[in-house]
């Protein structure tokens, strides 16, 4: 489309919905007209109500196309992405279309296919009845790029049009790019990697057919930065927040994932346990229809009503039994009403919940209301061992509001935070009924809290089983009246996350009730007390936990862990400060 063409088919369009109507566009100032055009647009983009932007960025890319035939990174990552849902089907010879009848697939044949071999008739009419039963879209690996390259080359074509390009070791993954297999005179494959949301899609083979993933290096050789994407900053909305996203729990059924995607639903927090902790009923349901809808499961979140430390670790290991292995962060939500009693203590209930889920190695949130938080929270924060907030503040009451509608950021709850969840009463196209909607304002914070006291050693000690020759049992209680669930071998490494106060037995899982007699585990250190007189044990790694007992100046203890949150030892006793052991 020329430049005439341009104008013509934006004005058009523009006109058509009643947004605004282009001015006399003449050259001034050595300005090309698509100068002008573009800095005209910017101006009024910047100015119009969301509907109204949603618009005008739809018309054929012309708001992210940069100078000729280049395009921003922003329109290329969202162009790709839409065939996340699609799944297009790989046959060879094909650029990226729509099938809509054999004669394609028969053209691809004449001009690709052969008598003999992998690519005959047979592989066209095979490959043209699958892509049939899915989308009709269907692509090898370098036609998957042809729209946005605007020319049909091979793997090698792409690779030699980069400007620049470097081993796969050195990418820069800050920027969406392509990926390349092979040697620089023998390219064979060709990704597009979307630094968005740090994935690889591609067309893998006939087999595989369409693919996306995180970026593995050791998958690729060589990445570059194609002459179609424009890396310098183009018309944009410049959103106060990063993300925008809904959370979901077992009151939101028979949901429309793709539609929640195609509405913008950038993330979701799912509910993960419920008040008897067991698993929220739609919570896998949930999580697999993200999961394949290309939406991001920001973290899974637990509803609290634990009253004290040690109620809150148990609910935290039930959320890590949920999960599964999987690597999502998660979220203590405290807010109940049975907890606005308990003062101080709610510092021990965050901290214990936060350690059991650090040991684990996720990530951790906490969310509660702005005023809850005022209240209940605030006047201990300086105890509290979280750098991650989600607060929630409904500015608008419980009256609807749609999902393009952005939060008005003058009602932000406050500086620092994660996220922002702005109302309970959300209409987004996908789901039945309200939905609570969020903003994430950034990335979460895994460092230690600054007031936390600095680890003298490692997190994770490593101990050995010592049993002189026999199997150590593993059992479900800390006692020998516990089942058997599992054996370790003589002079196997084990790592310990607790101890019995009862029995002084070891806790091998923080997900799982196993446990093993501190008799036959050696430590991989010991520690001698330091202090004037004695210094408290106790059930936690903080002063916060309950007092289990003392250890006098001068005694030799077994360390079996260190706290990543406080850096305190656990002993075969509790849990005694680093300040007052001197490692041996």
């Known amino acids: 489309m020329n430049l005439i063409g341009v104008f013509t088919y934006v004005q058009t369009k523009l006109t058509a919905k009643n947004i605004l109507v282009f001015p006399r566009i003449q050259k001034e100032d050595g300005k090309t007209a698509l100068d002008i055009l573009v800095s005209f647009l910017e101006q009024q983009y910047k100015s119009m109500e969301r509907k109204d932007r949603k618009v005008l960025a739809d018309i054929s890319g012309l708001m992210h196309r940069k100078g000729d035939g280049m395009y921003s990174e922003d329109y290329c990552n969202k162009y790709f992405e839409k065939y ?88 820069d993954t800050a920027h969406s790019c392509l990926v390349f297999r092979g040697t620089p005179n023998k390219i064979h494959h060709v990704g597009y990697y979307d630094a968005s949301i740090g994935e690889v899609l591609h067309m893998a083979n006939s087999q595989k057919n369409f693919q996306h993933g995180p970026l ?58 419920n008040r008897s902790l067991a698993k929220d009923g739609m919570f896998e349901e949930h999580y697999a229809g993200c999961q ?37 962060p998660v979220c203590l939500d405290i807010e109940d009403q049975s907890q606005t009693r308990l003062g101080e203590k709610i510092v021990s209930i965050i901290n214990s919940y936060h350690q059991v889920i650090a040991d684990a190695g996720l990530q951790f949130i906490c969310y ?39 939060p008005k950021q003058n009602f932000k709850p ?39 006291p600095k680890p003298q050693i490692g997190a994770k000690i490593i101990n050995t089983v010592n049993t002189g020759g026999a199997n150590l049992n593993v059992r479900n209680k800390p006692n020998t009246s516990g089942q058997i669930v599992g054996k370790l071998k003589n002079g196997s490494p084990v790592i310990v996350f607790g101890v019995s106060k009862e029995t002084g037995w070891l806790r091998l899982s923080v997900d799982k ?72």
């Open 84 to 171: 996340i849902q699609l799944s297009p089907t790989y046959i060879w010879g094909m650029n990226i279309c729509k099938i809509t009848s054999k004669a394609q697939t028969d053209e691809a044949f004449r001009k690709y296919g052969s008598a003999t071999g992998q690519y005959t008739q047979a592989y066209y009419d095979m490959k043209y009845a699958e892509a049939m039963k899915g989308s009709g879209y269907a692509s090898d690996c370098s036609g998957f790029l042809w729209e946005m390259a605007g020319r049909d080359m091979t793997a090698q074509g792409y690779y030699n049009s980069c400007v620049v390009v470097g081993a796969i070791a050195n990418i």
């Open 216 to 273: 593995k290096r050791d998958e690729w050789s060589y990445w570059g930065k194609p002459d179609f994407i424009n890396y310098s900053p183009t018309i944009s909305v410049e959103r106060p927040f990063k993300y925008k996203g809904v959370d979901m729990s077992v009151y939101q059924k028979n949901v429309n994932y793709s539609a929640l995607k195609q509405a913008g639903v950038e993330f979701a927090v799912l509910k993960i346990i």
């Open 292 to 328: 394949n809808a290309g939406i991001r499961v920001f973290a899974v979140y637990n509803y609290s009503y634990a009253l004290d430390a040690e109620e809150a670790r148990r609910d935290a290991r039930k959320v890590i039994e949920a999960l599964n292995g999987r690597n999502v």
């Open 368 to 406: 509660t209301g702005l005023s809850w938080y005022n209240t209940y929270i605030k006047p201990y924060i300086s105890n509290i061992n979280c750098k991650n907030w989600w607060i929630a503040r409904y500015y608008n009451g419980y009256n609807e509001m749609n999902f393009e509608e952005d």
């Open 414 to 452: 406050m500086e620092g935070i994660v996220a922002w969840q702005y109302t309970s009463s959300g209409i987004v196209p996908g789901i039945n009924g309200r939905a609570d909607l969020d903003v994430i304002y950034k990335e979460l914070d895994s460092t230690p809290s600054q007031t936390s």
């Open 513 to 584: 009730e196993m446990w093993c007699s501190n008799q036959y585990v050696k430590p991989s250190c010991k520690g001698v007390i330091t202090v004037l007189n004695s210094v408290y044990i106790r059930s936690a790694d903080s002063k916060l936990g309950d007092i289990w007992g003392f250890y006098k100046n001068g005694e030799t203890v077994p360390i079996y862990h260190q706290s990543t949150n406080t850096g305190w030892y656990l002993t075969d006793k509790g849990w005694v400060s680093n300040k007052y052991v001197t490692l041996l």
